[in-house]
């Protein structure tokens, strides 16, 4: 039977480390669980993000299947927690000799299991290929270089990451253009997203707030080089509250960037009748605070591509973008930390003459269904057995 001789396939091991890999991955395990005839996936979760409850409202609303694998890793520097991911997972891969190790995007998590896989011979497979800052400051630009380096399929979300690739000697036929899996989970989530009001309401916040003729802006902030240093998150808050005077702002506060706003006295700057600090928001309410937004502020690359899905003007508050399809075709303008630069932007927004974007190419829903398609196919050629 079909069933049984796909039951003693190797399996496929899907890793997720931190808030956005669930997002790419759901959809992904759902192709691949939609086959009745393919190597079987078991999901490895390596426990990188450590705010375990926001972890389990992120499996329940993209409706992922409860780990198969739990790494419980937790939080600690890149080098130990690079060092206890890969210590941990090496046990994984020689337990159920897997046919590929699947990873996507670019945290610590990705870039230890793809090492343990491949000093063990193991196929690897890289989601979100190919996207570069240009910036090695940031740590997840190594981790991009380096998994790409070393990946056997890599696909990628934009034409420009193809570029890129074969830029850095990867040869064209390891490289598929698939599209953005993130659009694949924005579009089937959409319709199931709360509105800002209620998310605030059921936050505390008193509804009346996001009642401006301008509308309301969202607000996220989690970059080590935006949040950790005294001088730069100082700046960023006092732009924001100036900000705040033009349009209300819902500030999804990440939980290292609450703990440095106390730690360096922050708090107290914020008014609360203008700026609501929420804490962090699961997959579909921050769908649905973002849908309705006016703009958003972020130094989120996830984001970055969202805004562009959803048609909202976001200003990037970075120095560099690694995704330039979001600027050049999309919503999004880098405007990094600069007082006058974020607020000219703002205030062009308010003026009606923010960026609307278009649609990037193959940002249609359907990347997971190309990924699972060219995964079996090329699973396939490599087992040297005929194509399904």
């Known amino acids: ?80 927690q690079t060092a206890e991911v890969m210590r941990r997972f090496e046990p994984i891969i020689d337990a159920h000799a897997p046919a590929c190790v699947v990873v996507v995007g670019d945290v610590n998590s990705t870039l230890a299991c793809i090492l343990v896989a491949a000093k063990k011979q193991v196929p690897v497979v890289h989601v979100e290929a190919g996207l570069r800052s240009r910036d090695r400051s940031m740590p997840e630009e190594i981790n991009r270089v380096l998994t790409d380096q070393i990946a056997d399929r890599l696909y990628t979300t934009e034409r420009s990451a193809n570029a890129n690739l074969e830029r850095e000697g990867i040869a064209a036929d390891r490289i598929c253009f698939v599209g953005n899996v993130m659009i694949d989970s924005l579009r089937g989530n959409l319709a199931k997203a709360a509105s800002a009001i209620q998310i605030a309401m059921a936050n505390g916040v008193d509804g009346a707030l996001l009642d401006h003729p301008r509308g309301y802006g969202v607000v996220t902030l989690h970059r080590p080089s935006n949040v950790d240093d005294r001088h730069s998150l100082t700046r960023i808050v006092a732009t924001l509250s100036e900000v705040s005077t033009r349009l209300p702002l819902v500030f999804a506060v990440h939980p290292r960037t609450r703990a440095n706003l106390e730690r360096f006295d922050l708090l107290q700057s914020i008014d609360p009748r203008r700026m609501a600090l929420l804490p962090p928001q699961g997959y579909l309410d921050m769908l649905g605070l973002m849908a309705g937004a006016t703009l958003v502020l972020t130094d989120s690359g996830g984001l970055q591509e969202e805004t562009t899905a959803l048609g909202i003007p976001c200003l990037t508050l970075r120095a560099n973008t690694e995704r330039p399809i979001t600027v050049e075709e999309g919503t999004n303008s880098v405007v990094g930390t600069d007082h006058e630069k974020i607020m000219v932007a703002v205030d062009e927004i308010l003026e009606g003459r923010g960026k609307r974007g278009r649609t990037p190419e193959l940002w249609d829903g359907k990347a997971a269904i190309r990924i699972a398609d060219d995964l079996m196919q090329w699973l396939s050629k490599r087992a040297g057995s005929p194509q399904a």
């Open 1 to 80: 039977m079909a069933s049984s001789s796909a039951d003693r396939l190797p399996p496929i091991l899907c890793v997720v480390g931190a808030r956005p890999n669930f997002m790419k991955m759901a959809p992904i395990l759902a192709a691949l669980s939609g086959r009745r005839e393919g190597n079987p996936a078991l999901l490895v979760h390596t426990g990188q993000h450590y705010d375990q409850d926001m972890s389990d409202r992120l499996f329940s609303d993209l409706g992922l299947p409860r780990p198969d694998i739990n790494l419980e890793v937790g939080s600690a520097s890149h080098a130990v």
